[in-house]
């Protein structure tokens, strides 16, 4: 692992309220507060708990034969894509990972290629989630062996695609977990299945979940988002992470998170996952009625 990079952010005075909470009932000194609190997600235990059962209770499971692997899940806020995660996270009620990784890709103008977070653990609301140290340095490690770029540390991220996983993953898990926390501003297949191998090596003695962040389509009329949304979802559910790739490439799908989406197909494969379903679609528009220009959301679970 490299030096570390710190952006500049102006969230440190909202968050700081957060973080002086969390801090007094954890033994983690260094701890990321939320920079999305109260605008992405609802900003008080509360608000935030009432607004993931609402979802989590609307979302009523289809049965899966097999043992979840990972999921795929939006980032956009809450309030636009909350509903379609919630059919992801349904999921993982009643499992208990030591370890949860989470790729997503990393939308800020920083170096490097692949990034984890140079803090402890990451605050929201709902308290803290420690990052497992040594995962981390076994990743690096694991990703430098196969040839992959080398393994870069953030501090104060500002990144919102993470971290909008965690609520629900709290929700659900409680604080029986630990965070290997993954950014990818490379979106080439060469990384993403790099990344891949490299996290199957770094998670097959644990119990682990993998979560790939990420939404869909942006910004076009809602019926060619269902066109393009498809073609991506079709790739996804015929575990396919070189389409995934090649689909956005040839310009006939997009996903933000491509590169998540793929890393985390090829490392589930890896662990022994054979299929994936697809188990919500929407677009922005299905929640703000504007169908002019809409973002796609999709949720999946990968099963071995």
């Avoid at 993982?92 to 103008?109: F, K, M, W, Y």
């Avoid at 269902?226 to 079709?234: P, S, T």
Wanted: hydrophobic share 45%.
């Amino acid at each position: 692992m490299s030096a570390i990079y710190t952006p500049d952010s102006a969230a440190g005075a909202a968050c700081a309220t957060i973080q002086i909470e969390v801090t007094t009932h954890h033994t983690l000194a260094d701890i990321r507060p939320s920079p999305i609190a109260g605008t992405w997600y609802p900003g008080s235990p509360e608000a935030l708990n009432r607004a993931i059962d609402g979802y989590l209770a609307q979302a009523k499971p289809e049965p899966l034969e097999g043992e979840v692997v990972g999921l795929i899940a939006p980032h956009a806020g809450h309030r636009y894509s909350g509903q379609v995660a919630a059919h992801a996270f349904q999921y993982l009620r009643g499992l208990q990972p030591e370890i949860v990784a989470v790729i997503s890709p990393l939308h800020i103008p920083v170096p490097g290629q692949v990034l984890t977070s140079g803090h402890e653990a990451y605050a929201t609301p709902l308290g803290v989630i420690p990052v497992d140290q040594a995962c981390v340095a076994y990743f690096a490690t694991a990703l430098e062996e196969l040839g992959g770029p080398r393994l870069e540390i953030i501090r104060n991220d500002t990144e919102h695609s993470l971290e909008i996983e965690l609520p629900f993953l709290q929700r659900i898990l409680g604080d029986r977990f630990r965070l290997l926390p993954i950014m990818l501003r490379d979106q080439t297949r060469a990384a993403a299945e790099l990344v891949g191998h490299a996290l199957a090596r770094s998670l097959a003695d644990h119990n682990t979940i993998l979560v790939a962040s990420s939404d869909l389509s942006h910004f076009y009329p809602q019926e060619v988002a269902h066109q393009l949304d498809q073609q991506m979802l079709a790739r996804v559910e015929a575990f396919d992470p070189e389409g995934v790739i090649e689909i956005e490439e040839q310009g006939r799908g997009f996903a933000c998170g491509r590169a998540a989406i793929a890393a985390v197909l090829w490392a589930a494969k890896d662990l022994g996952a054979r299929r994936v379903r697809v188990v919500d679609y929407a677009t922005s528009g299905d929640v703000t009625g504007d169908y002019a220009s809409v973002v796609g959301y999709a949720a999946a679970v990968i099963l071995r």
